[in-house]
């Protein structure tokens, strides 16, 4: 089985388009490294076949910072399987009045919550290796 | 979802009025969103209620005519949504009131009686369609770098200087914030709604709105007593980003003022130019 | 006094370094070194239907900054808004080795990543002036 696609949003204007980011880089490079990787938002959708060949068919999870969705919408476009869709504004709803940082810099805080958001994917990249597994 | 009271019962114990005062407050705590302030507590040491008492529209409840529960609530300058006496409703029922202080089955058929009426008036409160609202509105708009103030043109919208518009339907009307407070707030992730039954001056805080940004305290640009609010807001506040006009409507309200309101609102033309200076000394960046 | 806008659209890649120095000098460049005159436009937005960040890039002339050859940035821009005012890739600058180079997570940052980001930043300053000068 191929690993599962961890795609981040890794929106530029706000703090939290980087704590997608850094979420799927913790997951990607430290938690799960040998069951997950991430590609390029981007480059997915660039319309090079090489690009969709990425993500087309595959299990992948995507990481959006706020609600306008776009890791989801373009993953999904691209024709890759959705199978599970976070929300970093989410996490942040279980912190009223953190302040996490800017779209350049988070604040010890913002890490806190990018660590903890990570540890829920992984858990969910675990689960959906298992099941993927079991499904041969 | 019903957002209940914040019940003060007066509990008194030497009487049976008192024990069916406190039955009423079980019950609505136990088959609403109600919560109960203890009164004992409450009178040495408010500050375990203050926030229920402020989020939740209060009902009082008086065994007799001492009203403890209500000098109660006047001692601690709380606002009072609804008052039941329970010896004047056993008299409107035509229920005697047992001498002794067991609530048996007389009593309980009053509390049954009492119960209903309080919480179909909540029900009412909430699902009453107040506002003819149109289906779409025609907007005109400001921009600045990259961002779109939209405001929308329709005669019956007043604005306030704080930001806060009211759609005016004969005594009613719905408010909510512009696309300045949304767009200089960024994503919204809170909401905490005027309570439904509040009456208010004009200017008095109509709940708040919050992002990672900042705490916006709405002020109310009418005078009223809340109807109804955007529930939907309270699952997804980010309707306030997505159309603050629309669905992002924040409460609807019977006016009480609205001829001495209005002169100190603007309409349109006037707020388009307040609009404007805010953008440009503003300028939203992320 | 016309304020002359320019839009700077850069990619994040994700699967390399390049990414990360792309995203940090765009925000240095919008945040400190030109603020009255650049305004970021945010790539995954602008990819999933963004109307303003499109109608933006439509009328202000927008200078896309890419990691690598892929140009995602570049042929976005081309695709929703017509046309690219100017352009950068950073391997052209930072050369390819450091920029296609394993990704390096924000908190793992050190003085060698962020004299690239000041180096980045630098080049689309230049660009930026020339179009504020044209």
Request: glycine share 8%; proline share 3%.
């Given at each position: 089985m191929s690993n599962i696609k961890v795609i981040a949003c890794s929106g530029i204007g706000k703090a939290m388009g980087l704590m997608a980011r850094e979420a799927a880089l913790q997951v990607t490079g430290k938690i799960s490294p040998d069951t997950t990787e991430t590609v390029c938002l981007a480059y997915v959708v660039s319309g090079d076949e090489e690009g969709a060949k990425k993500v087309e068919g595959c299990t992948c999870i995507t990481i959006d910072g706020c609600p306008a969705m776009c890791a989801a919408k373009s993953v999904e476009h691209a024709g890759g399987i959705v199978k599970a869709k976070y929300r970093v504004i989410d996490e942040m709803r279980n912190h009223k009045g953190v302040d996490a940082g800017t779209g350049t810099a988070l604040t010890e805080d913002g890490w806190k919550i990018v660590d903890e958001l990570a540890g829920k994917i992984s858990e969910k990249a675990a689960e959906l290796t298992k099941e993927g597994q079991s499904n041969g | 979802m019903n957002k209940g009271y914040a019940v003060l019962p007066c509990?008194?114990?030497?009487k049976c009025a008192g024990c069916v005062s406190k039955e009423i407050a079980i019950m609505l705590s136990e088959n609403s969103e109600s919560e109960i302030i203890c009164p004992v507590l409450f009178h040495t040491s408010d500050a375990r209620y203050n926030k229920i008492a402020q989020e939740k529209p209060l009902l009082v409840i008086d065994g007799c005519a001492t009203r403890c529960a209500s000098k109660l609530a006047a001692e601690k300058n709380l606002k009072i949504t609804e008052k039941i006496n329970i010896t004047e409703e056993a008299k409107a029922n035509q229920i005697t009131l047992g001498k002794g202080l067991q609530v048996g089955e007389e009593e309980m058929r009053l509390a049954k009686i009492i119960f209903d009426k309080l919480t179909h008036v909540q029900e009412d409160a909430k699902t009453e369609d107040t506002i003819a609202f149109p289906a779409s509105l025609t907007y005109e708009v400001y921009k600045k770098d990259k961002f779109v103030f939209r405001l929308p043109k329709e005669e019956r919208f007043y604005f306030n200087e704080n930001d806060v518009w009211a759609y005016v339907v004969g005594n009613k009307a719905r408010i909510g914030v512009t696309d300045f407070v949304q767009k200089s707030l960024s994503d919204i992730m809170f909401f905490t709604p005027p309570a439904i039954g509040n009456q208010m001056e004009q200017f008095e805080d109509a709940g708040n709105i919050e992002s990672a940004k900042a705490v916006f305290e709405i002020i109310s640009p009418v005078s009223g007593t809340i109807l109804a609010i955007n529930e939907k807001l309270m699952e997804a506040p980010e309707l306030i980003n997505q159309n603050p006009y629309e669905q992002g409507w924040i409460a609807e309200m019977e006016l009480s003022d609205f001829e001495n309101d209005k002169e100190l609102l603007h309409t349109f033309d006037g707020y388009f130019e307040v609009l404007k200076r805010k953008v440009d000394e503003f300028h939203v960046k992320h | 006094m016309d304020e002359k806008q320019v839009g700077v659209l850069s990619c994040s890649g994700e699967e390399c370094l390049g990414g990360t120095i792309a995203r940090l000098a765009t925000r240095k460049v919008m945040e400190v070194l030109r603020p009255d005159n650049v305004v970021t436009l945010c790539l995954p937005l602008y990819i999933a239907g963004g109307d303003e960040e499109r109608d933006f890039a439509k009328e202000y002339p927008v200078i896309a900054v890419d990691a690598c050859d892929k140009c995602c940035a570049k042929r976005a821009t081309i695709k929703y808004s017509g046309a690219v005012k100017d352009s950068l890739v950073l391997s052209d600058i930072l050369g390819e080795d450091a920029v296609l180079s394993k990704i390096v997570s924000a908190r793992d940052l050190k003085e060698e990543h962020y004299k690239m980001v000041d180096k980045a930043a630098e080049e689309i300053c230049k660009k930026v002036d020339k179009i504020l000068t044209d």
């Amino acid at each position: 089985m191929s690993n599962i696609k961890v795609i981040a949003c890794s929106g530029i204007g706000k703090a939290m388009g980087l704590m997608a980011r850094e979420a799927a880089l913790q997951v990607t490079g430290k938690i799960s490294p040998d069951t997950t990787e991430t590609v390029c938002l981007a480059y997915v959708v660039s319309g090079d076949e090489e690009g969709a060949k990425k993500v087309e068919g595959c299990t992948c999870i995507t990481i959006d910072g706020c609600p306008a969705m776009c890791a989801a919408k373009s993953v999904e476009h691209a024709g890759g399987i959705v199978k599970a869709k976070y929300r970093v504004i989410d996490e942040m709803r279980n912190h009223k009045g953190v302040d996490a940082g800017t779209g350049t810099a988070l604040t010890e805080d913002g890490w806190k919550i990018v660590d903890e958001l990570a540890g829920k994917i992984s858990e969910k990249a675990a689960e959906l290796t298992k099941e993927g597994q079991s499904n041969g | 979802m019903n957002k209940g009271y914040a019940v003060l019962p007066c509990n008194g114990l030497d009487k049976c009025a008192g024990c069916v005062s406190k039955e009423i407050a079980i019950m609505l705590s136990e088959n609403s969103e109600s919560e109960i302030i203890c009164p004992v507590l409450f009178h040495t040491s408010d500050a375990r209620y203050n926030k229920i008492a402020q989020e939740k529209p209060l009902l009082v409840i008086d065994g007799c005519a001492t009203r403890c529960a209500s000098k109660l609530a006047a001692e601690k300058n709380l606002k009072i949504t609804e008052k039941i006496n329970i010896t004047e409703e056993a008299k409107a029922n035509q229920i005697t009131l047992g001498k002794g202080l067991q609530v048996g089955e007389e009593e309980m058929r009053l509390a049954k009686i009492i119960f209903d009426k309080l919480t179909h008036v909540q029900e009412d409160a909430k699902t009453e369609d107040t506002i003819a609202f149109p289906a779409s509105l025609t907007y005109e708009v400001y921009k600045k770098d990259k961002f779109v103030f939209r405001l929308p043109k329709e005669e019956r919208f007043y604005f306030n200087e704080n930001d806060v518009w009211a759609y005016v339907v004969g005594n009613k009307a719905r408010i909510g914030v512009t696309d300045f407070v949304q767009k200089s707030l960024s994503d919204i992730m809170f909401f905490t709604p005027p309570a439904i039954g509040n009456q208010m001056e004009q200017f008095e805080d109509a709940g708040n709105i919050e992002s990672a940004k900042a705490v916006f305290e709405i002020i109310s640009p009418v005078s009223g007593t809340i109807l109804a609010i955007n529930e939907k807001l309270m699952e997804a506040p980010e309707l306030i980003n997505q159309n603050p006009y629309e669905q992002g409507w924040i409460a609807e309200m019977e006016l009480s003022d609205f001829e001495n309101d209005k002169e100190l609102l603007h309409t349109f033309d006037g707020y388009f130019e307040v609009l404007k200076r805010k953008v440009d000394e503003f300028h939203v960046k992320h | 006094m016309d304020e002359k806008q320019v839009g700077v659209l850069s990619c994040s890649g994700e699967e390399c370094l390049g990414g990360t120095i792309a995203r940090l000098a765009t925000r240095k460049v919008m945040e400190v070194l030109r603020p009255d005159n650049v305004v970021t436009l945010c790539l995954p937005l602008y990819i999933a239907g963004g109307d303003e960040e499109r109608d933006f890039a439509k009328e202000y002339p927008v200078i896309a900054v890419d990691a690598c050859d892929k140009c995602c940035a570049k042929r976005a821009t081309i695709k929703y808004s017509g046309a690219v005012k100017d352009s950068l890739v950073l391997s052209d600058i930072l050369g390819e080795d450091a920029v296609l180079s394993k990704i390096v997570s924000a908190r793992d940052l050190k003085e060698e990543h962020y004299k690239m980001v000041d180096k980045a930043a630098e080049e689309i300053c230049k660009k930026v002036d020339k179009i504020l000068t044209d």
